[in-house]
């Protein structure tokens, strides 16, 4: 028997006041087990699919599912760009719906809705989500540039120093009144990506001159970054390190 049709059935003889609650209650479940069969069924009852059905899905990286839902309730980007859905999944690192998401995306506000996304996956230091969006970008740009004139304001073509500071500024907020586990490491990951994708490593070593982080300040040096432009009492601390201290 398939029990999916049955529940089915029977959410549709329940009364209309409290029928969407419970069939979006279920519609949550299904998204969450990524069971697709039991959200067709759920979906074909006719109620639109609710905020936390859709975030749950992007939580759980199910890209089927939330093309299934999108169908049936396409999302919108005409809100802040730091809290749309793609923003969401960058902050999750759910590369998948980030995928199925791009194929969605408005032409007109492409920079301003993948700058969005991109704050929200530096915040997180999500070094997965970071380089999914600039390998999604680089993938869908020869497509919007047929669709329309070629796309401008991109993420590659943006100054990646405001990723640095968005980094930073998040490390720092973390660690201020608590100690986070392992969250030196991923800064330390982000900082380099973005150094390696064009941010400046001497903006970076400005950044982190106060972080206790001798592999990152000696590869920041390495990579260019100019001692001489670090203000005191950073720079003194890096010449320290930097001479064995």
Known sequence: MDMSAVLAFRLAKLPDDFQGEVTNHFLTIAAIEYHLRLAKRLLALGDVPSSITFRETIRCDHGEMLRLLAAKAPPTFDQDPRKTVLAEAAGFGSLECMRVLFEMLPLDRLGTLLSGAMNRACNALNTDAI???????????????????????????????????????????????????????????????????????TFALQLVSKVNCKELLCWLVARGGKLDQVPEPGRAKIREMLSGG
């Open 131 to 201: 380089r999914g969006l600039i390998d999604l970008e680089a993938e869908f740009r020869p497509k919007w540039a047929i669709c329309s004139d070629e796309p401008s304001h991109l993420l590659m073509d943006s100054v990646k120093d405001d990723w640095l500071l968005d980094v930073y500024s998040s490390f720092f907020f973390r660690t201020r009144f608590s100690a986070h586990h392992g969250i030196l490491d991923k800064l330390v990951d982000c900082i380099r990506l973005i150094v390696d994708l064009g941010g400046s490593p």
